[in-house]
Structure formats: structure tokens, C-alpha cells
């Protein structure tokens, strides 16, 4: 783990075009940001089992450039459904986006900063 890392923890995610569910780590450095570092596919039943989902993180959000992005459609980023706050990937194309946990869609809003739930790590 890199010094400046203070705490890590792992979030969930959704594909929009695939709608399986992977797990984004994510880690909080010094200058206080969080960073998405890393992407790996997950089943819901192991997503259950490992808790992902269950502590909350808040503050801002930025993606690591050695972020490798979904790992079923290469999508580099992700948005926070304003519905159910949970995240879908997203590839940077358009203005809307149909949320894939809970079908809610609606226009992307840019936001620097995010409360998603994470896992211990
Ligand atoms: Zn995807
Ligand atoms: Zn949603």
C-alpha cells in the first residue's frame, strides 16, 4: 500500500450494459480525497457474503489515472444514482444515464463529491 494511503475500503458497482455487479476499491489519501484505484468483477452472492456495502464514505471522489475502469465494458467512470445512491459505470458519453440497480434514469449531474457505501478492506 502507498504511504500517503490512510484508509481503503471497497464499493460496489453496477454495468450498465452488462448489469453485473464489481467492486471498485477505493482509498483515501492525505490530501483527503478519496481515489478509485482498482475494478474487479464480483457476484452478487460474494458481494453479499463480503459486506461491500455496509460503511459509508463521504468527502470527494476522484478516479486514479491507473484506474483500470468496468471490468465488463472498459466504462472509466461511474455515476451515483440520485435514486438509490448506488453506483453504475459510466464512459463518459452523454448527458443521461439509466441507473442499473434500480432502473432510475435521468440526467447526469457532476459532482465533486459523493456518500457511497464501502467494506471494510
Ligand atoms: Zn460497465
Ligand atoms: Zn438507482
Same mark, same amino acid.
Do not use: E, N, P
Given at each position: 500500500m502507498r504511504e500517503d494511503v490512510l484508509e481503503a475500503s471497497v464499493v460496489m458497482a453496477k454495468c450498465r450494459t452488462s448489469h453485473q455487479p464489481y467492486g471498485i476499491r477505493i482509498e483515501k489519501r492525505r490530501n483527503n480525497t478519496w481515489y478509485c484505484t482498482w475494478a474487479f468483477k464480483l457476484s452478487e452472492k460474494s458481494a453479499g457474503n463480503e459486506g461491500y456495502g455496509? *460503511?459509508?464514505i463521504s468527502g470527494r #471522489? $476522484? #478516479?486514479d489515472p491507473e484506474y483500470p475502469g468496468c471490468p465488463y465494458c472498459g466504462g472509466n467512470g461511474w455515476?451515483? @444514482?440520485g435514486h438509490c445512491n448506488?453506483? *453504475?459505470c459510466y464512459n463518459g458519453e452523454g448527458d443521461s444515464f439509466t441507473c442499473?440497480? @434500480?432502473g432510475n434514469s435521468g440526467k447526469l449531474q457532476s459532482a465533486e *463529491?459523493? $456518500?457511497l457505501s464501502g467494506g471494510g478492506y
Open positions: 455496509s *460503511t459509508m #471522489v $476522484d #478516479v455515476v451515483s @444514482c448506488k453506483l *453504475t442499473a440497480w @434500480c *463529491t459523493f $456518500d
